[in-house]
């Protein structure tokens, strides 16, 4: 059986990079109505998951739920599930009088005033947005002729209010410090961003000025075609981003060896599990096992293999009896590559290969060999079925 995520269904490293989420899984459907193709892959709770192509481009939709516990949930089970850029697409209750409903913020940064980020990060650990995400929000609202006003938001637990207490965040203070609105989950997505280094970013319709009123069950939704003008124009931008060539962020090339190393294995195992899954499902007599190890520590080639070892029983003593799917890298001390990703026996003899020579790593080229991983892991199970050589 396929493992899933407990609480989105998704299948751990299986969804393209790029990612725009919203509260609301009508919306969902609705951003993802606007894609040339789409399909829903994963529906639990208020979690529901298309994943699409837009300009041939990959990307995922999600829905998020309110409120930053659940989904900080989305964005965790997101990364696990193979997002690198996770933009939100919702909603914010304006504290400047200037901003008009049906008007778009992006937020650059957001105040901390949720139960959650005291839980998940040290006291005073700020809750960002990506500096390039920002930009290219800015930059995708000025080509469109969008209004939009760029600064800080609010994030708070309590919709409907009750008693006051010292909890309780003060409207007009906030926007005496140029905050700009206040919203539910952007603290979350931006501290899970930081913490995973994962790119976030928002763009937010305003639908109402909450100095002059309140969050109220009377009185919300009384602005609905300028809200959904907005959220519409929200959605065209978020997607517009997302297309963008100048969007990928250059792999890290100044961490230390072992945080490179860290950050392949991370963006790799989930990949490998699935596919272990997948052979125990159908050759229950293969053992197979995922590894990870360093070659030639300490000098200038110095390198890492990650691979996934499947053993047979029973075969004839003049045939080799393992064979891997292995992919390696090297130089991590200074200018990281991928040497190699093939399917070899353990003799050497190589059945599949996917580079012909060495490739600088970055964000486009680990993306390349991640959409290249199921060519090798085809080869692989007919390798299996077959047992021996070609």
């Known amino acids: ?155 708070r637990d309590a919709f409907y209010s009750g008693v006051e207490n010292p909890h309780t965040p003060f409207y007009a203070h906030m926007a005496e410090a140029n905050v700009l609105a206040v919203e539910m989950e952007c603290a979350a997505l931006f501290v899970v961003g930081s913490l995973r280094g994962v790119q976030t970013a928002a763009i937010l319709a305003a639908d109402g000025y909450v100095l002059e009123s309140a969050e109220d069950m009377a009185t919300f939704g009384q602005l609905m075609d300028e809200k959904k003008t907005a959220v519409a124009a929200a959605i065209d931008v978020a997607i517009q981003v997302i297309l963008s060539t100048n969007l990928k962020r250059e792999f890290q090339t100044d961490m230390s060896t072992d945080n490179v190393v860290q950050e392949l294995e991370k963006r790799f195992f989930p990949h490998l599990n699935e596919m272990k899954e997948q052979i125990i499902q159908k050759f229950p007599n293969v053992n197979t096992t995922i590894w990870s190890h360093s070659f030639g520590a300490k000098t200038k080639n110095q390198g890492h293999q990650i691979g996934l070892d499947c053993s047979f029983t029973n075969v004839d003593v003049n045939q080799p009896d393992n064979v891997a799917m292995v992919i390696a890298f090297r130089h991590l001390a200074t200018v990281p590559e991928i040497v190699s990703a093939d399917v070899c026996w353990e003799n050497g003899h190589i059945e599949t290969e996917l580079l012909s020579s060495p490739i600088k790593i970055n964000e486009t080229t680990l993306e390349e060999l991640e959409n290249g991983l199921p060519v090798l892991f085809n080869a692989l199970l007919l390798v299996i079925e077959r047992g021996q050589p070609s």
């Open 1 to 155: 059986m396929t493992k899933r995520l407990p609480h989105t269904d998704l299948v751990p490293g299986s969804i393209p990079t790029a990612v725009i989420t919203c509260g609301d899984p009508a919306r969902a459907t609705q951003i993802a109505e606007q894609l040339d193709e789409h399909e829903l892959v994963a529906e639990k709770r208020e979690y529901r998951t298309y994943v699409g192509k837009k300009n041939g481009r990959s990307l995922t939709v999600t829905s998020h739920g309110i409120g930053a516990p659940g989904a900080a949930i989305a964005f965790e089970e997101l990364i696990a599930a193979g997002a690198r850029q996770i933009i939100r697409v919702g909603t914010c209750g304006s504290l400047q009088p200037y901003i008009k409903p049906g008007e778009l913020v992006i937020a650059s940064a957001a105040v901390q005033r949720t139960g959650y980020v005291r839980e998940v990060a040290p006291d005073g650990y700020p809750a960002v947005a990506d500096v390039a995400l920002v930009l290219a929000l800015q930059e995708a609202t000025v080509q469109q002729s969008v209004p939009a006003y760029t600064g800080i938001v609010l994030t």
